[in-house]
């Protein structure tokens, strides 16, 4: 796999905006990325309620070709020799929600002058497309997070972070409207979650 990453950034007025875009080619034909998968987005910036906020808007898809070609599904991340795929333990070591893909993210982090920040997402998800798996599962002792089947959800994440005892915790929580399946079994609708980190 080879991918190639831009972002242009610039200033208006007082704020600044960007937009960037990646592709990653999980072949080559011909010296060049082939069976090309997408991410582009954009973000901005504001100043509200004595705070500053950075705003995004990301598109991503991860189905080979599908986005400005033929789409050539059960290629990305995975491999007729290397079985279980382009992962750890279960999970894609890329994207989030695996191969044959799409999303659409709209999210927002506010950072606190005192160092806070406070981060919300709310995205719309299109799971493994064609409906077809080759994933193979080496270890039944592993939680695949592969998406069985053609599925349709709606995601809001939410996080906060502060310092905490010397150090930094940061508390998450993510929701999707309904259950999803994955190869694994199924996935609840609710989770939540707590880190914390001290440097010496």
Known sequence: MASIDARYGFAIGDQAMGVYGQ???EDEAGAFPARKSW???TDWTTQLFESDQQWFVEYANTLADDFLGNAMPNITYDHS????????KGRN????????????????????PDGR??????????LNKDGANRTVIPDDDIFYNVPEGDQKAAIASVGYGTHFLNGWLDLTAQA?????????????QWSV????RYRF
């Open 39 to 41: 991410l582009l987005g």
């Open 176 to 188: 999707t409207d309904k259950k999803i399946e994955l190869l694994g079994g199924e996935k609840d």
């Open 193 to 196: 979650g707590a880190a914390w």
């Open 93 to 112: 070591m890329a994207s989030t929600f695996d191969g044959d893909a799409e999303t659409l993210t709209l999210g927002v982090f506010n950072f606190f």
């Open 23 to 25: 592709m990653m080619g």
């Open 81 to 88: 020799r290397y079985r279980s795929g382009y992962r750890h």
């Open 117 to 126: 920040n406070l981060s919300a997402s709310l995205g719309y998800l299109d």
